[in-house]
């Protein structure tokens, strides 16, 4: 368990400015309901992108997601249908064939926003002041690139990106080279890793060395509430496919670890990184090429986080959760 004192006591907190970019999927509504749980963020909008499943089905997701935290004064916005250059490439495998199986869901009564996520991504930046928002890109990062292309005055309001995505020493979780979110949209992360925007990666190499154990899930269905036993089922669900592809006795957890970093920063180790990004080779597409040992001479471009506190990081989840 983590020290008590750790946790800060709620009420004394600065609240810190977010958007949320995500393709909800099991582990981005885990990372979705943290956030909202927690008082330090200010979830200014959820801007949802084609990944896991169609963008149909995101939307949806990020929108009963809502519902369950009871938050329907956070805006949900649609943003792209498919990637920048290369054909769209899904993962029902894994997160079934709605994204968020597991549960009974019934469809979601909040509505949609109608401004395109891009545009509103845009247009809040822009109204806001040099550095008072982060970006959570938890999906492939086609709508975050389109708005920095866009729009490049708005790199400045943009404190930091805190993405999941990308492998290196544990290679890629869609072909031997590339993690999926780079994977699927492997164009526009180069962009943002091109951006100059201050960039935190949880790359696979931290994902992977927090696991979910069966007595943590068990945890989360015995909090009792309805977010507790849909988190529970969702994560039962999600758990099987990489338990089975790696032997694991558990899985990870991904996008949960973006929101963690900004709860509890000390959770996490890592080191300023040049990131490059394979938009060319068919056997590499979508690599992260990281030069952990500065042979390249280009200057770091992100920190590229390897150690976590796993004990703290799921703590913290069963603690957060518990309050919604
Ligand atoms: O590789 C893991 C990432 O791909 C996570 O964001 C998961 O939700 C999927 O989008
Ligand atoms: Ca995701």
Do not use: C, N
């Given at each position: 368990m983590r020290p008590r004192g750790a946790s800060r006591s709620l009420s004394d907190v600065t609240t810190r400015k977010i958007i949320i970019d995500t393709d909800p999927g099991q582990?981005?509504?885990?990372?979705?309901?943290?956030?909202?749980?927690?008082?330090?963020?200010e979830v200014l909008g959820i801007t949802c992108v084609a990944g896991n499943v169609p963008l149909p089905l995101t939307t949806r997701n990020a929108l009963l997601l809502c519902e369950l935290a009871d938050r329907g004064d956070v805006p949900v916005f649609a943003g792209c249908a498919r990637p920048m250059?290369?054909?769209?490439?899904?993962?029902?495998?894994?997160?079934?064939?709605?994204?968020?199986?597991?549960?009974?869901?019934d469809e979601p009564r909040l509505a949609l926003?109608?401004?395109?996520?891009?545009?509103?991504?845009?247009?809040?930046?822009?109204?806001?002041?040099?550095?008072?928002?982060?970006i959570c890109p938890i999906g492939p990062l086609t709508n975050v690139a389109l708005a920095l292309v866009r729009e490049p005055r708005i790199v400045p309001k943009i404190a930091q990106i805190?993405?999941?995505?990308?492998?290196?020493?544990?290679g890629g979780n869609v072909t031997p080279a590339a993690e999926f979110n780079v994977y699927v949209d492997p164009h526009a992360a180069d962009i943002v890793y091109r951006s100059g925007v201050p960039i935190v990666t949880m790359p696979l190499d931290v994902t992977h060395r927090a696991l979910m154990s069966h007595e943590w899930i068990t945890q989360l269905a015995a909090i009792g509430t309805e977010v507790g036993r849909k988190a529970a089922q969702m994560l039962a669900f999600y758990e099987r496919f990489d338990m089975e592809r790696y032997g694991s006795k558990g899985g990870p957890v991904h996008d949960p670890a973006t929101i963690a970093f900004l709860l509890e920063p000390g959770l996490y180790?890592?080191?300023?990184?040049?990131?490059?990004?394979?938009?060319?080779?068919?056997?590499?597409?979508?690599?992260?090429?990281?030069?952990?040992?500065?042979r390249g001479g280009e200057d770091p471009n992100c920190r590229w986080m390897t150690e976590v506190d796993a004990d703290g990081f799921f703590d913290l989840m069963l603690e957060r959760l518990a309050l919604l």
């Open positions: 582990d981005d509504a885990i990372a979705i309901l943290l956030a909202l749980a927690s008082p330090e963020l250059i290369r054909p769209l490439v899904t993962a029902e495998e894994v997160h079934g064939k709605t994204g968020l199986d597991g549960p009974e869901w926003q109608q401004a395109h996520a891009v545009d509103w991504m845009i247009d809040t930046l822009l109204g806001a002041s040099d550095g008072e928002v982060t805190v993405t999941m995505g990308g492998g290196y020493f544990v180790g890592g080191k300023d990184v040049h990131v490059a990004v394979e938009t060319a080779s068919p056997l590499t597409m979508g690599m992260t090429v990281v030069d952990y040992w500065g």
